[in-house]
């Protein structure tokens, strides 16, 4: 489902090219050929395109600018551009060997990428025939291809084809992190729609996201504001925002609710994600709603309960260097699992003041005060079910149980969800 919503993101928005390539295959086999765009490192299908008698191709349509390919049959096939706007080009081939035998007769954009192509071709024969090394074939192609970006640098070929190497050699990205990202994204053409149909949004995003930027939510939040601050494509924009809102909302680090709720807020909440479904777009803004209000280093929404003994409190109202809250319920196999560990850790930090303020979220009672006869439970154990007003139920993301979250003495949140034994280093880290 989520595939085919971003396949959405990048079909229902943007212009289409006009019709620009015509062509010929001599002795073509087929009445239809395929045509179809690259996508990451698939191919995905696009349209057929039907080959006359003569062997003579239209594009009787327009289609998104980008990387395409005539797929002929198995093993015969080529690549081209589409380009977002430009001059008429017309192809000639013969079948078999059709990448081979192209030839571009007219048009400047796929004639610079058949060169640029071919070019690679040969270098990569030589260092099969022993004639270069493989360090001496990347000198080479990297000298031709300074030549070619210079010669052929106003084409859209060669914005889309710069995308492959995006990150900035002149920059350092120990000393000025938020510049480096930047050129990296300008590297990748995210102004270009060309782009989205080629392999290398795709990539760039996996590599920056997965091996260079830090996984720290702070971080991400600032990449945000540098990202989206370029002069960007709609498409490569939808894209990002989808990519990256499902990325933050399914991550299992913590934090990493921040920058899902930044993404919503820009977003999602103004009609930028139209390709959501009204009932999907509803989920995800319910969703950010409430977590919005338990964002790591910001102050924990105060609620009221009745504790065991039926005197009534807040969560404000405890005063303690740091308290654990925990919500619960005691028909929960994994609360059962938990409140063990919880009880070893309150042992071990009740002198350095923790507190813990265990909840239920169970509406039914009995279950909950047989547990709390049973089990020595010596902290504040608290219940709320006066639903005539708002409880802690509209102010805490509880999607599970339990749900913890470790609070200072000002009770900014300072971690949650985490083991129970992870949160040690928070309390020892402390002042």
């Known amino acids: 489902m989520k595939n085919l919503i971003l396949a959405l993101a990048l079909t229902c928005a943007g212009g289409l090219s006009a019709q620009v390539i015509q062509g010929q295959i001599n002795n073509c086999p087929k009445n239809w050929v395929k045509l179809a765009y690259f996508y990451g490192q698939e191919r995905l299908l696009e349209d057929s395109l039907q080959v006359a008698k003569d062997g003579r191709i239209e594009f009787t349509k327009g289609y998104p600018p980008g990387l395409y390919t005539i797929v002929v049959d198995e093993g015969e096939y080529f690549d081209l551009i589409i380009p977002k706007d430009g001059e008429m080009e017309v192809f000639s081939t013969e079948y078999p060997e059709v990448a081979k035998n192209l030839i571009w007769e007219k048009g400047l954009e796929n004639s610079a990428f058949t060169a640029f192509r071919n070019k690679g071709d040969q270098i990569n024969q030589l260092v099969q ?8 074939a990347q000198g080479v192609f990297a000298s031709f291809e300074e030549g070619w970006l210079s010669e052929n640098g106003m084409l859209d070929i060669a914005n889309i084809i710069q995308a492959r190497n995006p990150q900035p050699m002149d920059i350092d990205i120990n000393t000025n992190f938020r510049l480096w990202t930047r050129a990296y994204w300008e590297n990748t053409a995210v102004a270009h729609p060309g782009v989205v149909r080629s392999p290398f949004l795709q990539l760039n995003y996996s ?44 991550s299992k680090i913590m934090g990493m609710d921040k920058p899902f709720v930044k993404m919503v807020d820009l977003f999602y909440r103004n009609g930028v994600a139209y390709w959501e479904s009204e009932e999907a777009l509803g989920k995800i803004l319910d969703k950010a709603n409430e977590l919005s209000w338990n964002l790591i280093g910001s102050q924990a929404p105060n609620f009221s309960f009745t504790d065991s003994k039926g005197i009534k409190g807040s969560l404000h109202d405890v005063k303690s260097p740091f308290v654990l809250v925990v919500f619960w319920d005691a028909t929960c196999s994994h609360c059962k699992k938990t409140l063990p560990e919880v009880v070893d850790f309150y042992k071990s930090n009740k002198e350095k003041g923790l507190e813990v303020l265990a909840i239920t979220v169970e509406t039914e009672l009995n279950e909950w005060r047989n547990y709390l006869k049973e089990h020595d439970l010596a902290w504040i154990n608290g219940f709320d079910n006066d639903f005539s007003k708002q409880t802690f139920r509209h102010y805490y993301y509880i999607p599970t149980t339990p749900t913890t979250l470790l609070l200072d003495a000002s009770k900014t949140i300072l971690a949650k969800n985490l083991k129970t034994a992870d949160y040690q280093q928070f309390v020892n880290e402390q002042p």
């Open 129 to 136: 025939e022993g004639q270069l090394t493989p360090e001496n």
């Open 207 to 250: 590599t920056y996201f997965d091996k260079i930027c830090p996984q720290s939510p702070d971080t991400l939040l600032a990449v945000i504001d540098v990202l989206f601050d370029l002069k960007m494509d709609t498409l490569v924009r939808n894209y990002l925002v989808a990519k990256m809102t499902q990325r933050f909302e399914s």
